[in-house]
């Protein structure tokens, strides 16, 4: 069975795949009238979006007030420190008021993105904002600010010559190719084989080329060469010569005898009209059609908002480097590319504005932020080499973003500003894969379509409360295991094949044993399912990064080695399958097994806070001690654990993945139904290489293989254990129905959830009141971001002043929370 791969782009996809009209009449099955449940709901959501926008709007503007006010004292500076050319010279093209001119332009955003300023709310955030300029500014000052250049130069040389037709493409690349992909081709500009444009800026070195220039065959059936080598200022000659290509040439003349091929083999210029231009080198047929459509004369044509609307940025793309009026535009076409390809950089755990607090938190001293950006810029990845080779300028981009950092003033005090996560930016335009699976039941794609949709529209807010840890030195960091993408792809899975015969639940229209004709599409069911399933992992793993469990229970101010035995007084190994027919499925206990935790999260090898090791198991110690963290070293001698355990053979069953999935029948059932022992027995099985009972420590270890592996285990186990829970008195499915119809106020329920979870089979310890705590308020703040019920009460308010809507709710404000609670119900 081949794992099913949606990408990212899942939701949209599935829309498009499979049309469904999210009104009120659409989600009634009968189509006889309207849903008047859904009605309240979408009125609330429509009326809680708008509220959204206007606040992000308020927060975008002051601070661009903020930064405006902190540059302007610094513009002569600006012009004469970093504006300068390799001359030494003020830039003639490039200066500090038209970048000031284009910076509202794209705080109002350009195609659903704005270049970020920084944080509102908190002391210093105005700094992110400064700090992703100077970066911007760094990568200009190398790409065109020290050639003076706006539109791209003549600068391939092939076979010792300057072919003209590089107005085609340098490098063997073809400009009018660059497409815009899939969902976006209605953006991009037609190619004009009539269009005649030439540059208006050049290089301008002794023999330097003139601009490149397009036109159609008619004028030029061929080209040919700019020859650098001719001398063209001869007043001796007979008949006398000057040079009269362009202004202040000193040799050099165009030489169409023959022609000469670019190496991307061009031998005209018909259609080559879509060369680099801006401050960095805004190329091809989508870049300029995007910013035609979102800025230009087409969306003004269209009745959308146009800043530009008597530019039309496909038939006159050189108004970027020849507006008088507009001259800001050579501008904006850099922030355009920055916003799209920098800002919105996720790759590999690397994600650009989490990269960015960070290096403003530690005081902005490493050079590791800058390389990777310049590796962004110049090579498409943010650890080169990549395929396309090492950093050109690598020195010079770190040097020139330390001497805007100095110009600017930056770290402008020794204090740092508490770190926010900005969500992750959600394009509004997307490339969309097919769909690889057919399941034959439009009705099961048609729910799954809607569920996923609406998860999508909280992306940014989820990926920043939920999807986020709080880290030891306290930033708000984004989880780079667990991914909103990951996320979608698993419980699409686990919906559309399930999981050993069930799958996990969105809301059907009948239930056994439940009388209900509540439409399929509903989404409130499986809204409260997912929030359910997403507090207990947040409390589980999330909340500190972790996909191994790692040590917590500690036993006189020390953590025993033996804690991977079990923790709180359980043994794992003593987690065995109560029903009969699930005992054959069960894990070996092997004494030789030998493994490693990957990482313990954010406790991972942090010396400031005393790291806590790794757990493991092994045949070869006959006892193991203790470790102690304030202290930051081993004890030696036999420490035995809650459960009495002093060493650590066979003791490789401990928590993994989003619920600390753990014990001997779940990781058995695991490799039963989805691992190596599926495969083995010729049965589908996801992930037909990891063994869950010979190696566990696979989970972990091949996330990057599998990115969802950890996302799937828990969807395993939650389709396992808690959706068809039902002891006689609570049935999970029924309760959570009641739950959802009786308020969503009765939190009884996500207590149950927790215990339910926290005490399997053979479990001797029991949950902890904090962690039930702590799952009830994860779980309350979830129904109010998927928009299920109104924000739940909390001690956010006291602090509204002072914080931004960004920050509300989260971090800080969750733990106090938590904590007055705890208190509260002790009193």
């Not at 790291?611 to 102690?628: D, K, L, M, V």
């Not at 009495?644 to 059932?669: E, I, P, Y």
Request: glycine letters at 8%; charged letters at 20%; proline letters at 6%.
């Amino acid at each position: 069975m081949q794992r099913l791969r949606l990408g990212p782009l899942l939701p949209l996809a599935i829309l498009l795949s499979y049309p469904i009209v999210l009104n009120s009449q659409s989600l009634d099955p009968s189509n006889k009238g309207n849903n008047p449940r859904q009605q309240p709901v979408q009125h609330h959501q429509e009326q809680h979006q708008y509220q959204q926008q206007q606040q992000e709007r308020q927060i975008n503007d002051d601070l661009l007030a903020r930064v405006e006010s902190h540059l302007r004292p610094l513009l002569s500076q600006i012009d004469s420190e970093l504006f300068v050319t390799q001359l030494g010279g003020a830039s003639e093209i490039y200066n500090s008021g038209d970048l000031l001119a284009a910076l509202p332009v794209v705080n109002d955003g350009i195609a659903g993105s704005r270049f970020y300023l920084g944080e509102e709310g908190v002391d210093l955030g105005w700094e992110y904002g400064l700090v992703n300029l100077a970066a911007f500014l760094a990568q200009c000052m190398k790409e065109t600010i020290q050639y003076d250049a706006c539109d791209e130069n003549n600068w391939d040389v092939v076979n010792n010559v300057y072919p003209l037709a590089n107005a085609c493409g340098q490098l063997g690349q073809s400009y009018q190719d660059y497409a815009c992909p899939p969902g976006e081709e209605h953006m991009q500009c037609n190619v004009d084989p009539g269009m005649r444009i030439e540059a208006t800026t050049h290089a301008k070195w002794y023999g330097a080329p003139p601009g490149l220039f397009c036109a159609p065959r008619a004028d030029y059936p061929w080209v040919g060469i700019w020859d650098y080598n001719y001398w063209c200022n001869n007043p001796w000659g007979n008949p006398p010569e000057v040079c009269s290509d362009y202004d202040g040439q000193k040799a050099g003349r165009f030489d169409n005898s023959v022609s000469v091929a670019s190496r991307g083999g061009r031998t005209d210029v018909e259609g080559c009209c879509w060369w680099g231009r801006g401050v960095i080198q805004t190329t091809g047929l989508c870049n300029f059609g995007k910013l035609n459509y979102y800025l230009g004369a087409r969306a003004a044509a269209e009745g959308r908002d146009a800043k530009y609307p008597n530019i039309d940025f496909c038939k006159t793309p050189d108004k970027i480097c020849s507006s008088d009026e507009h001259t800001e535009l050579k501008w904006i076409a850099g922030f355009f590319y920055w916003m799209k390809d920098v800002q919105n950089y996720n790759d590999d755990g690397w994600y650009y504005e989490t990269e960015l607090h960070k290096f403003v938190n530690s005081g902005m001293k490493d050079d590791s932020f800058i390389d990777a950006i310049s590796g962004i810029v110049n090579r498409g990845c943010h650890n080169p080499p990549c395929a396309t080779g090492e950093v050109d300028g690598l020195l010079d981009r770190r040097a020139n973003f330390h001497k805007v950092l100095a110009v600017f003033k930056l770290p402008s005090s020794s204090a740092r500003p508490p770190s926010t996560l900005p969500p992750v930016p959600v394009p509004s335009s997307m490339s969309l894969p097919s769909l690889p699976f057919n399941t034959g039941d439009p009705a099961l794609l048609s729910d799954l379509n809607g569920f996923l949709q609406s998860l999508n529209s909280h992306r940014s807010t989820l990926e920043k409360n939920i999807l986020s840890y709080q880290s030891l030195e306290g930033a708000m960091v984004l989880s780079d295991i667990y991914t909103f993408d990951s996320l979608i792809e698993s419980v699409a899975h686990a919906h559309v094949y399930g999981h050993a015969g069930n799958k996990f639940y969105i809301g059907p229209a009948k239930i056994s044993n439940i009388e209900d004709d509540q439409s399929t599409a509903d989404l409130r069911y499986g809204l409260v399912n997912i929030a359910a399933f997403l507090a207990l992992s947040q409390t589980e793993s999330i909340s500190n990064n972790a996909c191994d469990e790692y040590h917590m229970d500690s036993i006189d101010g020390k953590f025993p080695i033996s804690n991977s035995c079990g923790q709180f007084g359980n043994n794992y190994q003593d987690y065995t399958c109560s029903d009969m027919a699930e005992k054959a499925m069960e894990c070996p206990v092997s004494p030789d097994m030998d493994v490693t935790a990957v990482s313990s999260g954010r406790y991972a090898s942090n010396p400031n806070y005393g790291h806590r090791p790794n757990f493991y198991c092994g045949p070869g110690e006959w006892f193991t001690g203790a470790y102690h963290p304030d202290l930051m070293f081993l004890q030696e001698g036999p420490f035995a654990n809650r459960a009495g355990r002093t060493n650590v053979k066979s003791c490789c069953f401990w928590g993994r993945g989003a619920l600390m999935t753990k014990g001997v029948c779940m990781l058995g059932k695991l490799n039963h139904h989805l691992g190596a022992g599926a495969a083995r027995d010729g049965r589908a099985s996801i992930f037909p290489d990891i063994d869950f009972c010979a190696n566990p420590g696979d989970i972990c270890s091949k996330i990057r293989k599998y990115p969802t592996i950890i996302w799937d285990i828990a969807f395993f186990e939650w389709i396992e254990r808690i959706q068809t829970y039902d002891d006689g008195d609570f049935n999970y499915i029924k309760r959570l129905h009641e739950f959802a119809d009786g308020g969503m106020s009765d939190f009884t329920f996500i207590i149950k959830v927790s215990k339910i979870l926290k005490e399997p089979a053979n479990a001797r310890g029991t949950i902890s009141f904090s962690d039930q705590k702590r799952s009830q308020l994860y779980f309350e703040h979830l129904l109010e971001y998927l928009q299920l019920k109104d924000a739940p009460p909390s001690l956010d308010s006291l602090f509204r002043r002072n914080s931004s809507p960004r920050q509300q709710t989260t971090g800080h404000s969750l733990w106090l929370y938590l904590a007055c609670s705890i208190i509260w119900s002790v009193f």
